[in-house]
């Protein structure tokens, strides 16, 4: 079993910064990818960026040069830092892995709890 925990969400004002950090635990697991979604209120979950194991990064266009995603793959984290964030980055932002482990060695998604992210105007 594969458990993610996520850290570092908060109250900023528009233009600020913050970061995100997320930690997988557990044993017997190879990590293929981790990222992060967002879910505003009334609003659908929503990709936000995802980086592979070998370091491939993917953004949505609306944090593309605002939004930086790293891993570091022997801890097993991923941190998001969030620059120039916006009102409309407001969201619980969800950390999630796609996690392969024994004996089947099938993928499966794993989910953070969610950390709210407030930006005020």
């Known amino acids: 079993q594969v458990q993610l925990v996520e850290s570092g969400g908060g109250l900023v004002q528009a233009g600020g910064s913050l970061r995100l950090s997320c930690a997988a635990s557990g044993s017997g697991f190879r990590i293929n990818a981790m990222g992060w979604y967002r879910q505003a209120p009334g609003k659908a979950r929503e990709f936000v960026a995802s980086?592979?194991?070998?370091?491939?990064?993917n953004y949505d266009d609306s944090v593309k040069g605002r939004f930086s995603i790293s891993r570091d793959n022997a801890q097993n984290t991923v941190t998001l830092q969030m620059n120039s964030l916006k009102p409309g980055d407001t969201a619980v932002y969800y950390c999630?892995?796609?996690?392969?482990?024994?004996?089947?060695?099938?993928?499966?998604?794993?989910w953070g709890q969610g950390t709210q992210v407030t930006v005020s105007s």
């Open positions: 999630y892995a796609r996690v392969v482990a024994g004996p089947s060695w099938t993928e499966s998604v794993y």
């Open positions: 980086c592979s194991s070998g370091g491939s990064t």
